[in-house]
């Protein structure tokens, strides 16, 4: 279990408690009124979300058609208030951008698998699953891959596909976006442990 200064993962709070922490703080998420602190991130955990987010930053924001954020604040529901690696919204729907959080489900969210795996791949597809999160992407770079979840017409997420270095990420929500994945993967400043 995690501790700082009188906090511990784990222990019980209320929304007003936890947007109360302070900013400078370990990284934490209230997933329905636990508080989790999550571990730091890995070299190649880093890596894979910065080459990613730079990746979407430049074929969807750069041109206009969504908000791009790594990472971010996201309360999806009254109780949980997630911190994704990676998010995007759609132009249209910058209205749920605040200062602070992003108030609503993003139409994208990427999570890099790292030690917690079970909280990305149960908890939190659970989560973004209740919240309506039209795409759900696990980027795991121990296995060099990606799966695209994606809500179905009964707002159940179904694998939409399991992408390899050899493949290109796309989606139907950006059908400009065209990301060759050996530039992800194979990307030559890439560090493993």
């Given at each position: 279990m995690t501790t700082?200064?009188?906090?511990?993962?784990?222990?019980?709070?209320?929304?007003?408690?936890?947007?109360?922490?302070?900013?400078?703080?370990?990284r934490s998420e209230l997933i329905e009124g636990l508080l989790y602190i999550m571990p730091e991130p890995g070299l190649d955990h880093q890596f894979l979300v910065q080459l990613l987010w730079k990746y979407l930053f430049d074929q969807l924001t750069l041109i206009g058609l969504a908000h791009t954020y790594i990472p971010v604040n996201v309360v999806l529901i009254e109780n949980d208030y997630l911190s994704p690696d990676i998010i995007v919204v759609r132009s249209d729907r910058s209205g749920i951008l605040g200062q602070v959080w992003v108030q609503g489900a993003p139409d994208i969210v990427v999570e890099v698998l790292s030690t917690d795996r079970?909280?990305?791949?149960?908890?939190?597809?659970?989560?973004?699953?209740?919240?309506?999160?039209?795409?759900?992407?696990?980027?795991?770079?121990?296995?060099?891959n990606l799966i695209q979840l994606a809500l179905d017409d009964n707002g159940v997420y179904q694998e939409r596909a399991v992408l390899a270095a050899a493949d290109?990420?796309?989606?139907?929500?950006?059908?400009?976006?065209?990301l060759p994945l050996e530039q992800l993967f194979n990307h030559p400043a890439r560090i493993r442990a």
């Open positions: 700082t200064t009188g906090i511990y993962s784990g222990m019980r709070m209320t929304p007003e408690e936890f947007r109360g922490l302070p900013e400078t703080g370990p079970d909280r990305d791949l149960v908890d939190k597809r659970r989560l973004y699953e209740v919240a309506g999160v039209p795409e759900y992407w696990l980027l795991d770079g121990d296995a060099d290109t990420l796309t989606t139907p929500l950006f059908p400009s976006l065209s």
